[in-house]
């Protein structure tokens, strides 16, 4: 066989391969979740309420929701792609007592004690129920949730602000998109445009019509500051960027420290200065 068909043959097989693995292990790249709870709310002192709803397709998704004496405000939480709300029980200690608003932090389908197999369109699907959640099991109204997400959660509250009103829209270490990611993570193999997982948040972010923050730790080890820098760009005013000097992808709120909660609170306050306030 002449060496140059055995390329071309090369060249056609490659392509098939890389598309038959990014089939098979597309999920576990990007998903990694925990079903082991690590602890309660109540472990740190904070009362909660453990709370169970359904979403449209019928999954049944857990969440905690922390009130605040002092909040006006509810923060709708969405986490990134590991572990379970469990492992954020610092954070949310932190936010709680800094930031001072109610919290509602879920699970999204197959991770902690949420039922279902996760998938993208699964995550949005839990975005919508939570946000339904809020306004009808709790006649919390539109203008009083903020919603905040941190790296994939980042891209399931941008799809979820870009449908629903909402007061505000925080993003911190968000990701472009997959595609963007696996060129972070893959350098060298071009699996991209295989993936079917898609989390574009630099194309929906441009349809956002909250206030938007964006913070970014500079010394993030997985999702590069860049990224973030991207999103904000991308986004329509108003909007705000806030560099976490020092932090990688976990720490922020710990290398960030005081200065990192007055940006998220004073934000919170200047989205509900410019809005008219909801009767509800």
Not at 58 to 83: C, D, M, Y
């Amino acid at each position: 066989m002449p060496r140059s068909w055995r390329v071309l043959k090369l060249g056609l097989f490659i392509p098939i391969l890389l598309f038959l693995w990014s089939c098979q292990m597309e999920n576990s790249l990007i998903f990694y979740p925990t079903s082991e709870m690590d602890g309660t709310p109540k472990e740190l002192g904070l009362s909660y309420e453990d709370i169970y709803f359904t979403t449209e397709d019928g999954v049944k998704l857990n969440g905690w929701f922390i009130p605040s004496s002092e909040g006006e405000f509810t923060l709708l939480w969405f986490h990134g792609n590991a572990g379970n709300i469990s492992h954020r029980l610092q954070n949310i200690r932190l936010l709680h007592e800094k930031v001072k608003t109610h919290i509602f932090i879920i699970d999204y389908r197959g991770y902690g004690r949420s039922e279902g197999r996760v998938s993208e369109a699964g995550t949005y699907q839990d975005a919508e129920a939570a946000l339904h959640y809020l306004r009808t099991q709790r006649d919390i109204g539109l203008k009083r949730i903020v919603l905040f997400g941190r790296s994939l959660g980042a891209a399931v509250a941008v799809h979820l602000a870009v449908r629903e009103d909402a007061l505000a829209l925080i993003l911190e270490s968000p990701f472009g998109s997959i595609r963007e990611m696996a060129k972070v993570v893959f350098p060298f193999l071009p699996i991209g445009p295989f993936l079917r997982t898609q989390y574009d948040v630099l194309e929906k972010i441009k349809q956002a019509r909250q206030p938007v923050l964006v913070l970014h730790g500079d010394q993030d080890d997985i999702v590069p500051f860049a990224q973030g820098k991207k999103v904000f760009e991308a986004a329509p005013e108003p909007k705000e960027f806030y560099t976490i000097r020092g932090a990688n992808h976990n720490n922020t709120f710990v290398v960030g420290g005081d200065p990192y909660f007055s940006v998220l609170r004073s934000f919170i306050e200047r989205a509900a200065a410019r809005t008219p306030r909801d009767p509800s």
